[in-house]
């Protein structure tokens, strides 16, 4: 596969635009990523030098479709790699004061959980660190079109990007070099690869770090997250409180609620002593599972998701319930790219 356009340095650039005065290479880096130009919208580049550009350095989404929740402020683009149109999916999410973004860093995952629609489908291929980034300026540049800037990015979508992590973190330094959104604003959540936990705490950016945990005793965790079996709680723990040493920064844990799966007294109970031994204490985000076609159980119902928060808080722990976004336009993780036949929604509404 050719260089893709995100993925070129400003070397691969200047390669391209030879026999242009120098500062076009300024010019062209500027457009890209401060100002989230599409390539042929780069007015100040000669169109001929355009056009090289456009054919050295190809872009690697192609747009397939996009839908926007009932609310208009979810927005889901599902695109297909250009070099074997695996679909990938990237979420918008536009709040009050703030837009976020949240990026796929694998076609597929490996990881396995069972409720999880990506999961079910299997992995295709990692991501480049230019294929994440360009998911970024895209939906960024939507957002822009409609009075809003992304201040926020989560590594939350379609794979595991611990697994992934040369990319990721490449992505991440362009992000914050180039787009310029600060690290403070920028997530990585992992289901829990213990060694990519102990290196991230010593990347030179200190981004977050969000923990898929859904579950706080090895038992059931192996049967939601298979990946528990190589790096069960106990480790998980200790690489988290590893981050927090070296970080100084609080760890969220992501909780999908499922239907008397984990959502019982004894689960919370298990979940508070589990964030207590972080230090400090981890913040937990609760959230009702998506329902998805292959997993047989539900998400809990709000009456059980409000239950299960005040028990936490009860027991002392920062937790909040998140909306659960998108489920009209299978927002889940993976449900846009192994369904497919969401009818396209241009985005019609803005929220200020
Ligand atoms: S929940 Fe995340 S880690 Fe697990 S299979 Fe889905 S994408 Fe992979």
Redo the contacts with the bound molecule.
Sequence with gaps: MNTTLYDATAHDIARVLVGQPAYRVKQVWQALYEQLRAPADITNLPLSARNELAAALPESLVWKTESTDASGDTVKFLWNLCDGGHPIETVLMLYPNRATVCVSTQAG?????G?????QAGFNRHLSAGEIVEQVVKAARRAKEIGHRVSNIVFMG???PLVNEAATRAAVERIHDDIGISARHLTIST?GIVPGIRRLARWPLPVNLAV?LHAARDELRDEL?P?NKRYPIEDLVAACNDYLDQRHRRVSFEWALINRVNDTRRDANELARLCKRLRPSAHVNLIPLNPTPGWPTRGSSPRRVQEFADILVGLGVNATVRRNRGTDIDAA??QLAAGQTITPVRLGRTEN
């Design positions: 995952c490996a990881m396995g959980c409720f999880c629609a990506t999961g379609m794979g595991e289901v898929s997250v990946i993780c993976g």
